[in-house]
């Protein structure tokens, strides 16, 4: 398998105070790799320096002409905001058309009643479903998948991930995914990145991921387990 | 009333943006910078839109260039820079010139002032339109902006050069104190009112169309200055749409 994306050495400082140093990992074709780490730990600014919306030193590297879609963790809108999901969908240029809409919907198990709806209106787990078929629109080859953290609940979670691999692998896609999750990450993914600012453990799940490491990352076992369930 | 229409036309449509972006009172931090712009082009015996374009469009950049480059708040050297600016203004316009720049008065524009008014208003209401897909999502996204090619810190930069523009036709109208207002409240009113993006523009529009051409009507037919009765029936339509907006949310 060819690798779809390889960063080296990558530091990102933010007003003068570093968030993460010298990350380096690379991410292989239709792969998922988990992104772990307790909160503040860097794994939002790594996915937006991996689009290049913030600035860094080091190497980040996409196999050429790929297609990259973001799932953020949250959006800043209020609740009455004028904007339609069909509107939102459309925001996106002239080439979505309904039918294409009506696919995406579909792939993320949304009605298309959901269509006319306010997008601040409909409920936070919609909304991921809605943001998963924005950028399923745009028939990515690599999706980024920022996980909302406090306002989902664990079925909620649970049925956008179902729904997440079920697209995987119907269209191959490869994912980067930010999760707190841990049987997500051994139930999923063929790689995981623990970040604390430092690249803690890089490589497959079962083999990287022994206590000691998990005790390093969260701050021993109470603090994890508490945010697992945060 | 013609010049008016349209002046009013881009600077809702405008603020149907400036709302979205929480970016509200912008407008009036904004026409405080145009004061002593207009000032100095008096005193130097230049046209008073020149002097308040150059120091918008000088301010404009110089705010951008703070938001992505250093950590002071956005707020702070606003709040600061242009509070000055105001007082400078204030000191620096002729005393019988500084009424009409604070409250402005549409009726003194020259016809070639007019025209040129009525153009501008076309060029940042047809820039607008271009743009208002891309905007929105920079918006309520900039990643997914970013995700799919949208360079965000452009955008920023051409919505606030808009932003001057607008204010600075509109400064002329409403006058310095009020600009603020025109760009916000039928913005304001049209988010009570509208669920979709295409009708919130549309309101917003028909709104500050509305309130302008009324106000004009009325200031001339009693003999007011037009800017402050704009304002005051823009103030009408916004809390008859409040109340629109609680009818529907019972």
């Not at chain 2, 918006?139 to 452009?154: F, L, P």
């Not at chain 2, 988010?191 to 309101?203: D, E, G, P, V, Y």
């Not at chain 2, 339509?237 to 109340?243: A, K, V, Y």
Request: hydrophobic share 50%.
């Amino acid at each position: 398998m060819k690798n779809i994306l390889d960063v080296k050495h990558l530091h990102i400082e933010f007003n003068g105070a570093s968030i993460l140093e010298d990350i380096s990992f690379s991410v292989e074709e239709g792969s998922v790799l988990a992104v772990i780490g307790p909160n503040g730990a860097g794994k939002t600014m790594l996915l937006k320096s991996l689009i290049g919306l913030i600035p860094c030193r080091g190497e980040i590297t996409w196999r050429r002409g790929v297609r990259i879609g973001y799932v953020p963790q949250r959006m800043d809108i209020e609740t009455d905001v004028p904007l339609t999901v069909n509107e939102f969908f459309s925001l996106r240029g002239s080439e979505v058309t309904g039918d294409k809409i009506k696919k995406a919907l579909d792939s993320v198990q949304l009605n298309p009643k959901i269509l006319t709806s306010g997008l601040g209106e409909i409920s936070v787990g919609q909304r991921q479903r809605v943001l998963v078929a924005w950028a399923a629109l745009g028939e990515p080859d690599v999706l980024l998948f920022d996980e909302p953290t406090a306002d989902i609940d664990i079925t909620g979670q649970e049925s956008i991930y179902k729904m997440l691999y079920n697209l995987q692998k119907e269209k191959g896609l490869t994912m980067l995914i930010v999760s707190h999750d841990l049987n997500v990450v051994y139930k999923h993914a063929q790689s995981v990145l623990c970040l604390n600012r430092k690249n803690l453990c890089y490589g497959p799940p079962r083999t990287v991921l022994d206590s000691e490491t998990l005790q390093g990352l969260y701050g021993g076992d109470k603090a994890f387990f508490q945010h697992k369930h945060g | 009333m013609l010049v008016a229409g349209f002046v009013a036309a881009s600077a809702s449509l405008l603020g149907s943006f400036a709302i979205l972006k929480r970016m509200a009172l912008v407008g009036d931090a904004l026409s405080h910078v145009a004061l002593p712009g207009m000032a100095i082009a008096l005193l130097l015996k230049i046209n008073p839109f020149a002097g308040a374009i150059a120091f918008l469009g000088t301010a404009v950049i110089g705010v951008w260039a703070v938001e992505y480059k250093s950590s002071l708040s956005l707020e702070t050297v606003v709040g600061v820079f242009f509070t000055a600016s105001l007082a400078v203004g204030a000191l620096v316009m002729p005393e019988h010139e500084l009424i009409e720049a604070l409250f402005g008065n549409i009726t003194a524009l020259t016809p070639l002032e007019s025209v040129i008014s009525i153009a501008l208003s076309i060029f940042l209401i047809a820039l607008l339109l271009v743009i208002y897909k891309k905007l929105t999502l920079s918006m309520v996204s900039t990643e997914m902006a970013q995700s799919i090619g949208i360079r965000n810190k452009r955008l920023d930069l051409i919505f606030l050069l808009g932003f001057a523009l607008s204010v600075a036709l509109g400064i002329r109208f409403v006058g310095a104190l009020l600009m603020g207002s025109l760009v916000i409240i039928p913005a304001a009113s049209a988010k009570n009112t509208a669920r979709s993006l295409k009708s919130f523009m549309a309101q917003s529009v028909v709104f500050g169309v509305a309130a302008a051409t009324a106000g004009i009507y009325f200031s001339s037919r009693y003999a007011l200055t037009p800017g402050p009765v704009f304002i005051l029936i823009s103030v009408l339509i916004f809390i008859t749409t409040l109340f629109v907006r609680r009818m529907r949310a019972v």
